[in-house]
């Protein structure tokens, strides 16, 4: 009798055992599946998107090769975005970037990789051009920045270092930690 309890006493261990070995592996199967699975709720393939002011003139328009939407955290990804910002009296800038993100209900786009920035005058001709990475744009403030490197051309002036800030409508930018600023010599005439 003694023994048969002590069997009965091991199976119902084992029972127990074996059901919570299996809930743990389901937990983690489950788990895994939901960030494996990450799928958006919808896509589109050479995305272009233009947003106006209430007067009805253009504020910024966002392209891409491809675009995502994921439901789960209301993100959007991007492949090769492309962000024109246009600017009362002045040429539109433009940024691009490898990939990026657009999230907090549209109003940030967080570009990733290599990030190029240039403004050209109204004869085609580059003014601006900044050459960076990972740069944040806060849409509406018409604000841009990064931590990472940056290289600014400026007709004959180019200025280098860490962390940039971007005031996209007052033509300003700004160097955290500058590291040099060359200026080529005036061409002779």
Known sequence: MARRLIVLALLAAAALGSAWLMKRVGMQEAGSETA?????DYYM?????????????????????????????????LLQPKLEIFRRNQTPLYITAEKGSVISDNKVILLKGKVRLWQNNTAGQRTLDVKTSNVRVLRDEKYAETDEY????????????????????????????HEK?????????
């Not at 494996?36 to 958006?40: G, K, Q, S």
């Not at 600023?181 to 061409?187: N, V």
């Open 36 to 40: 494996a699975t990450r799928e958006p």
């Open 181 to 189: 600023t060359i200026i080529e010599p005036k061409p002779a005439s």
């Open 45 to 77: 393939e050479d995305f272009n998107t233009l947003t106006m002011r209430d007067d009805g003139t253009p504020k910024h328009r966002l392209q891409a090769s491809y675009m995502a939407h994921y439901p789960d955290d209301n993100t959007t990804e």
């Open 150 to 177: 940056a290289t600014i051309t400026s007709g004959r002036a180019t200025i280098t270092g860490t962390g940039m800030q971007a005031w996209l409508d007052e033509d300003r930018l700004k160097v955290i930690h």
